[in-house]
């Protein structure tokens, strides 16, 4: 039996093929976090890194049904949502050394993930400001005649921004092909959702605005994938936005690799809580019973990601940091 995240009822028709791409993505993307914590301490990366422990089922159960033309707007917290859409590894861990090589050439750090290559169009540090730019490119596809969805990520907080109700609104005036992917993880900050909001029901704040929305279990990446799915078709067949409430939680600290419990604005109780639901090993433990899934194969598996990582940091360590005089290019402000 599996805990505290129930798979079963998602499980149907989902072929293997895609089940063990779920769990290689999220598994991934934990790796690639549980890395970039280890060495943080080492001063190496002159960045914030606001990491997504906890939040990997979110990421891999959207991106999963997008294809590669398709626009993903990330936000401060994206490293999930850029491996999840396929952007490369190198380019994410060189970003993080402040390198040349870096996906915003070492200018950026973690908050400014980019790979046009792959539909991740953009990452951006203020609160709810990826929003509009993902309604904005819906509707360019729109103009365009062309089929691509925009899915924005935001958290909680971002809710609570007026541009997110503006965009939303606008999104549905003109049937938009985007879908507004919340990642509620129960703060901004420090700052609990039940010291900012009356009530826990994001998802039916947009309701008045006749946008389909939907609560999730985030940490159930099977329900994710096949409510993003159903999102995203429509969203493809012209039949306008949606909304989905992913109810998630944070395992680390706002940023940094720590609890935040020594902070103390939450408990450890409320962490422990949590861990029962972790998403990647609730989800490894699900398809180790359905037999998708052998002890060797977790083993292989993680042995190729973390062989991909080390050689990652290597490539990082290894390449130039942007030239003295060239630093201030690409820049806005001197
Ligand atoms: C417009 C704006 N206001 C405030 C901040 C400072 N800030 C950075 S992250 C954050 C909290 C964001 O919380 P949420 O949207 O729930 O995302 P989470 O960090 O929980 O993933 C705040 C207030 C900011 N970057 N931009
Ligand atoms: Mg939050």
Request: glycine content about 10%.
């Amino acid at each position: 039996m599996t805990d505290s995240v129930e798979f079963e009822s998602s499980m149907m028709s989902v072929p293997d093929k895609t089940l063990l791409g779920l769990y290689w993505t999220m598994l991934r993307i934990r790796k690639v976090q549980l890395k970039i914590a280890e060495h943080y301490h080492e001063d190496e990366m002159h960045t914030p890194v606001h990491l997504c422990i906890g939040q990997e089922a979110i990421a891999a159960g959207v991106c999963a049904n997008l294809r590669t033309e398709d626009y993903v707007f990330s936000n401060h917290r994206g490293h999930g949502h850029y491996l999840a859409k396929g952007g490369d590894l190198n380019a994410l861990i060189a970003e993080l050394h402040n390198k040349e090589k870096g996906c915003s050439r070492g200018r950026g750090g973690s908050m400014h993930l980019i790979d046009t290559s792959v539909g991740l169009l953009g990452s951006s540090s203020i609160v709810g400001g990826g929003v509009p730019i993902a309604t904005g490119a819906a509707l360019g596809a729109v103009l365009r005649k062309s089929d691509q969805v925009s899915v924005a990520f935001l958290g909680d907080a971002a809710t609570e921004e007026g541009i997110v109700f503006e965009s939303i609104s606008f999104a549905v005036l003109k049937q938009l092909p985007v879908i507004f992917v919340c990642e509620n993880n129960f703060y901004a900050v420090y700052t609990p959702l039940n010291k900012r909001q009356s009530h826990d029901d994001i998802y039916r704040h947009f309701e008045g605005l006749s946008i389909p929305c939907f609560r999730v279990d985030g940490n159930n990446v099977l329900e994710t994938y096949s409510i993003a799915q159903e999102a995203i078709e429509r969203a493809r067949s012209g039949d306008g936005p949606s909304f989905l409430e992913c109810r998630t939680y944070r395992m680390t600290d706002h940023h940094g690799g720590e609890s935040g419990v020594e902070v103390g604005y939450r408990t450890q109780a409320e962490v422990d809580h949590w861990s029962a639901k972790c998403p990647v090993e609730c989800y490894e433990r699900f398809l180790i019973e359905k037999r998708v899934l052998s002890f060797e194969d977790v083993k292989v598996v993680g042995d190729q990601i973390d062989s991909e990582i080390e050689s990652a940091f290597e490539y990082a360590r290894s390449s130039p940091l942007p030239d003295g005089d060239g630093v201030l290019r690409y820049v806005m402000a001197e």
